[in-house]
């Protein structure tokens, strides 16, 4: 190992160390006992529905979909179709039936890229798991979701469906718990084994030196393990989005090392003499001035990138919406649900801080939103080819930091790939197939969920309006439209049901106990709203 990557290995496991020594204090409070929901069924039958199979094909309805426990036996058509000479039939009453006549059926949404919180700005759990079961997130892949322990033990409780949470995932950042430090694959290996054992299902990686790298993926891939990066800008220099790929990373979560991987006339990122890393507005300023570093659309260079990760199967998890703030701080600020679903402690968080993480636009003027706006653009461009030439890209939140509340932040995200160039259809592919498979492919399995098809597990969002025409409706705010009739604007849409392990919640409930939760935390407080940034009169 050289010098240098002998220093970064003992900086980053210090780093790490100190994190986990921590990790246990700031755990948030885990879910109460499992008071909602209805289920699983012997026999559960969605009656009249409108389906969105997950796969990118249109609509098609009206159809029934049997569940028997929690596994989806059937997906019935009702009523003669065109074509279709097949005799058509109902299946027999059931101990449970849904009429979703004029709504529409999708797979339940796999977010690839969560955090649970922490003590103090999100305390509970349950907070954060009905906020995503309400925008029909049944499954969610935890980077960690806190601490090591908690985590697994979460992901039990879930699995047994004695919580109301999401199917769990944990992925593990390497040397969280090591006692010592990580100075060679070797050492990379035993930790990577060491880890197994615990039951995770893959790591979450930065930018290591490329011999701890390869190692980690390695011995990652060797034992059915999933692999994701964060490719830190401290590391990117030696680590980019290509060289992790070649290695066999399976996701590329963020950016980071995909604008390095592209520069033209730069080995590293050009950063101004006083650039000091640990100053966040100096880290997230300066990174979205790579946009006019990079090789042009269509050039050979972009072409070729594509096509490489295309081959090699890698799988991008963008997380737009976690830096969706730096191009428009206030609008992000002043977003429909903050009032009623964000707690005020979450709020606080949020705010412009030197010491809480992603609070960093202490002074964010429109010269950096102007450079965010143009990232985004080249960025956007990125993935919308990446699509176009059979890349699979998915939908990830990454919430709780920067005015980016949970569940609400995962519609956004779709939202922003729908801006890229996607196809709502497309982006309803990401937030389900390709999530499953991002999952599923590592323990070289097939998926158990992710589309809506006869054998697979029954996760199911049931929404009254068509997503197809308008993704604002699987907000739990829903979509503002016009009443025709009374004249007035009123909401329309957000998910009625969220199935998941044949589990029937009732979104809506959801949603109230969470508004509940935000209301207990603000009478505790003796504040009626948010509170918001105050600014002195001008007697000029």
Do not use: C
């Amino acid at each position: 190992m050289t010098t240098a990557a002998r220093v970064f290995a003992l900086a980053l496991a210090a780093l790490s160390l100190l994190a986990a020594g921590q990790e246990a204090a700031y755990d948030p409070r885990p879910a109460p006992p499992r008071a909602e929901g209805e289920g699983p069924f012997d026999r559960l039958v969605i009656r009249n529905a409108t389906l969105i199979d997950g796969t990118g094909a249109p609509p098609r309805g009206p159809v029934d979909i049997v569940v028997e426990r929690n596994r989806i036996v059937a997906v019935t058509t009702v009523g003669a179709t065109a074509g279709d000479m097949r005799p058509s039939g109902r299946p027999q009453p059931a101990s449970r039936e849904i009429d979703a006549r004029g709504m529409y059926v999708l797979p339940g949404f796999v977010d690839l890229h969560v955090h649970n919180g922490d003590v103090p700005k999100t305390p509970d759990s349950e907070y954060v798991y009905k906020l995503w079961l309400a925008h029909g997130i049944t499954t969610a892949r935890g980077v960690p979701f806190a601490s090591p322990a908690f985590s697994e033990s979460e992901k039990g409780r879930s699995a047994r469906n004695e919580i109301t949470a999401p199917r769990m995932f944990t992925y593990r950042l390497p040397f969280d718990e090591w006692e010592g430090t990580i100075e060679t694959p070797q050492k990379a290996r035993e930790w990577v084994r060491a880890a197994a054992k615990t039951g995770i299902d893959g790591l979450k990686l930065t930018a290591y030196p490329p011999e701890i790298m390869a190692a980690l993926i390695d011995e990652a891939k060797q034992l059915g393990l999933g692999t994701t990066a964060h490719l830190s800008q401290q590391g990117v220099a030696g680590m980019n989005a290509l060289d992790a790929a070649r290695l066999g990373l399976g996701t590329l979560t963020h950016f980071y090392g995909l604008f390095e991987a592209l520069y033209a006339g730069h080995d590293v990122q050009p950063w101004p003499p006083d650039h000091n890393h640990q100053d966040e507005q100096h880290r997230f300023a300066q990174v979205a001035r790579q946009w006019n570093l990079v090789h042009a659309r269509g050039s050979a260079e972009w072409k070729a990138l594509i096509e490489e990760f295309r081959s090699r199967g890698t799988i991008l998890d963008p997380t737009m919406t976690a830096y969706l703030a730096s191009r428009d701080v206030m609008r992000r600020a002043n977003a429909d649900w903050h009032e009623k679903y964000t707690l005020p402690s979450l709020w606080d968080f949020y705010q412009p801080s030197r010491s809480n993480h992603g609070s960093y636009y202490f002074d964010w003027t429109s010269w950096d939103e102007t450079a965010w706006r143009n990232f985004y653009r080249v960025w956007m461009n990125f993935l919308v080819d990446y699509k176009n030439a059979g890349g699979r890209v998915s939908v990830s939140s990454d919430a709780g930091y920067i005015y980016n509340t949970f569940g609400f932040s995962t519609i956004e995200e779709m939202e922003l790939l729908q801006e890229a160039g996607f196809h709502p259809l497309e982006v309803i592919r990401g937030a389900t197939l390709h999530g499953a498979q991002a999952l599923f492919e590592p323990k070289g399995k097939p998926i158990e969920f992710g589309v809506v098809r006869a054998g697979l597990l029954a996760d199911l969002v049931i929404v009254p309006e068509n997503p197809v025409a308008n993704l604002k409706v699987l907000y739990g705010t829903g979509a503002v439209r016009l009443n025709d009739r009374t004249g007035r604007a009123e909401r329309v849409g957000g998910i009625r049901y969220t199935v998941k392990d044949g589990v029937v919640y009732d979104a809506r409930r959801l949603l109230a106990d969470v508004e509940a939760m935000v209301a207990k935390q603000k009478a505790e407080r003796g504040i009626a709203r948010l509170p918001r940034i105050e600014f002195p009169i001008d007697r000029r």
